[in-house]
């Protein structure tokens, strides 16, 4: 997830009015989205988040303890949270902190001395009514909803609006703690569901329950959830590359029967996936499916879930080509961003593509590894209905902006078009496997992951993601063939577009590589038809006019 903008037609049109326009960044978007002075001198290694959520008032109230190492000199730390949330105390060693506030970050005024290597921690404590989701998940908040039977139903959804949303923390994507405990306090008729495993359950006198989730590996900010309802678990084990992997599913009541058929999808998705991108990234953490009151999250070992116990997205499938009808949307695509998303996660929100391009195209790879090459074809090309070309799927750095919803079927068609200039199927896979393998558990530049793939491929693939991705023309393969010559160029493009292509010449494969420059070669025949393979996202000109 998120934005899925255009199955929603009035968020598209409020998107397109927007982005017409030059975004106009803040001083507040700067705080956020870079990585400030008050951020980059210490180094995440654990968060212990410590709430009471109380569903009789909507508030949320505790404390996060933040441990960090010292990495250079710096007394003044930058801790997020936005209102109306309020951070109370901030305390280390005993002593209670000054707190300076810029709209939603806290300068902290440390007082002992911060010794460069030394593993320090602080106590924060805060509180109060967390912001609402209107829209879960595209917009983030808490959303607190019923049950049929009348019981609270409540979940935390957060990406790109942040985690400071709920919880206080350094919240910006290029640093993650080693290990996070997330003790949640509910009322004793209710359980909580986070990331990673469950430590223990203690109950307390006042009737509440709290429940102590461990995730012993790195995790990102939006990554980390609280869903929390009258649920009940089933489980199985799943024999995977890594050995078995527990997989445990936490349903309401109500769809308990409906999941036990429906959730059978799991190991056929992680069969796939392990398949292209290499083991299961969280094997310590588990893998779990849980039941949420809006349609669903990639949550990093707790892939929440709401997709109403149907195949496709809402029951509808994106490709238009029928394939989408065949597996539940939400189980594939949001199971997918364990490996892309929570195993190699981007580091500013600007290369969000390779979360959802590389997740879009894993649909395909999922639709291909039961259904063959050509149906996986099928569906990511069926895919391409939903693009706008409307702006770059890059976004802009170090404001937390996002590029164009297009990070997903274009990003996903772009992915398939490299695929067609490899020609090479069993390096394609092993690029795919080697990102999650090379970048485990990393936090990553969108160029790393271009520079990678152009040394794996052995191809400089630069000029083709400066035009998918920094672009947004579709390149068109311009031709007119006079007797037994071929000539062409590429055009619409950017400078030193020269991405080969594969065209069929009166029904036999040719590959040529193009230019921007117009180049003829020799055909065998006179006058053939000449079609561009479809499996590359391009636009095509018969200069002839034919
Ligand atoms: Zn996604």
Not at 136 to 158: H, V, Y
Not at 270 to 279: I, N
């Amino acid at each position: 997830m998120k934005r899925i903008l255009f199955l929603i037609v009035a968020a598209i049109t409020f998107q397109t009015q927007i982005f017409a326009q030059t975004p106009k960044f803040n001083h507040q978007d700067t705080l956020r989205g870079s990585i400030t002075a008050e951020r980059s001198w210490w180094d995440l290694t654990y968060y212990h988040l410590d709430i009471v959520v109380n569903p009789a008032d909507s508030t949320i109230n505790g404390t996060n303890t933040v441990s960090y190492k010292v990495l250079t000199s710096g007394q003044v730390m930058q801790i997020d949270l936005q209102p109306p949330m309020i951070l109370t105390k901030a305390v280390q060693n005993g002593k209670t902190l000054n707190i300076v506030k810029d709209g939603n970050a806290h300068f902290i005024q440390l007082i002992d001395k911060q010794n460069i290597g030394a593993t320090n921690s602080i106590l924060l404590t805060y509180g109060g009514r967390p912001k609402v989701s209107r829209k879960p998940p595209w917009e983030g908040g808490i959303t607190w909803k019923k049950d049929k039977n009348n019981l609270p139903f409540i979940a935390s959804s957060c990406q790109g609006d942040g985690a400071s949303l709920w919880w206080p923390c350094k919240d910006h994507m290029y640093d993650e703690p080693d290990s996070m405990l997330i003790s949640v306090n509910v009322p004793a008729n209710l359980i909580d569901v986070s990331n990673g495993r469950l430590r223990k359950t203690e109950t307390l006198k006042n009737k509440t329950k709290t429940y102590h989730w461990f995730v012993s590996n790195p995790i990102n900010n939006y990554g980390v959830n609280i869903n929390i309802g009258d649920y009940v678990h089933f489980g199985e084990k799943f024999n995977g590359e890594k050995g078995v992997l527990d997989c445990d599913y936490w349903v309401l009541k109500e769809n308990l029967e409906k999941a036990k058929v429906h959730f059978k999808q799991v190991p056929l998705m992680l069969k796939a996936f392990e398949h292209w991108f290499g083991p299961y990234p969280f094997y310590e953490d588990s893998y779990k499916l849980v039941d949420a009151p809006y349609l669903g999250m990639e949550h990093q070992s707790s892939i929440t879930y709401g997709n109403g116990y149907q195949n496709g997205y809402l029951g509808n499938d994106q490709s238009g080509t029928g394939w989408g009808d065949t597996w539940d949307f939400i189980i594939v695509h949001e199971s997918g961003h364990e490996w892309f998303a929570n195993n190699v996660t981007y580091k500013d929100v600007a290369d969000m593509w390779i979360h959802e391009s590389f997740i879009n195209y894993s649909e395909s790879l999922f639709v291909e590894f039961y259904n063959g090459k050509e149906a996986g074809a099928e569906y990511v090309r069926g895919t391409r209905r939903g693009i706008r070309n409307d702006r770059p799927i890059t976004g802009i750095y170090n404001v937390n902006y996002e590029g164009s919803g297009d990070m997903y079927p274009k990003g996903g068609n772009m992915l398939h078009t490299i695929r067609q200039i490899l020609n090479d199927d069993a390096k394609w896979m092993d690029i795919l496997r080697g990102l999650n393998k090379d970048f485990y558990h990393q936090v990553v530049e969108g160029a790393q992951i271009e520079k990678y793939m152009s040394q794996k491929a052995g191809i400089d693939l630069k000029p083709v993601f400066d035009q998918y991705l920094r672009d947004v023309r579709i390149p068109v393969f311009e031709y007119y063939v006079k007797d037994n010559n071929l000539t062409f160029r590429w055009n619409n493009c950017v400078p030193r577009f020269n991405m080969p292509l594969k065209i069929w010449v009166a029904g036999t494969a040719k590959n040529i590589n193009p230019s921007t420059r117009f180049t003829t070669v020799k055909l065998d025949s006179s006058n053939p038809e000449i079609v561009v393979d479809k499996d590359y996202y391009v636009g095509v000109l018969n200069m002839m006019g034919r």
